[in-house]
């Protein structure tokens, strides 16, 4: 399906301001299926990932069937996060499927690239994207968790970051107003749909590199509305 960014990934999520009071309680018990699964999911798309960087490599080119089910697995991560604890913004059950589901409240899709840098691929997912590793580190509660690490080697820490006490704050209101505030959502989205570009970037699935803005709503900006995108681009002919 044709989705009109600027962006070649575009995340959406539908807002629905009254949800269950109580459900997002127990959501951490109902996604220990898809938590599961999710895990086989991502030890594949890394171990493809590095598959793919040799044949862009070699031929400038992500294999299709690969990038298919890349983009799956982040499409089924994102509808896990959105009905659990990365946004808390649906009582709808996600599907267990890699495919598209226009009717389910968060979609994902990523544009395939024709070709790719030979050049970036070298430096772009760990040197050109750490800019962005440290601002979602933020969101995610990784660059919390790291320092809390570094300050003592054997301490167990855990930093849920700013989505993490953004969705408690939903929560608490859903369960004592009985609504999610819609200032809450549109900033849930923005971090997450952040943290998605960078991951398809550093997953290798695209050369443009992602924006250093904080796109918040429902859906993706218009393009001629988006913010100057900043940081290296593809080399002509690369």
Known sequence: MERQSAYPLVLEGDFSPHLSRWLWLVKWVLVIPHIIVLVFLWIAFLLLSVATFFSILVTGRYPRAI????????????????????????????????????DYPARL???????????LVLVKWWLLALPHYLIIGVFTGAAFAGY?????????????????????????????????????????????????????YA???????????????????????????????PLPGS
């Open 67 to 102: 990038f298919d089910f890349n983009v799956g697995v982040l499409r089924w991560t994102w509808r896990v996060d959105y009905y659990s604890y990365g946004a808390l913004s649906t009582d709808r059950y996600p599907p267990f499927t890699l495919a598209d589901d226009p």
């Open 203 to 233: 997953g290798l699935m695209t050369d443009k590199y992602p924006p250093l803005a904080l796109d918040m709503g429902s859906g993706e900006p218009p393009a001629a509305g988006m913010a100057t995108v900043f940081g290296p681009q």
């Open 148 to 200: 809390e690490q570094m300050r003592n080697e054997n301490a167990w820490a855990y930093g849920s970051g700013l989505i993490g006490l953004l969705v408690c704050i939903a929560g608490l209101f859903l369960l004592f107003a009985g609504r999610y505030p819609r200032g809450v959502f549109d900033l849930v989205l923005g971090m997450n749909r952040w943290v998605f570009r960078v991951s398809a």
């Open 109 to 119: 899709y990523v544009e395939y690239p024709q070709q790719l840098s030979r050049g």
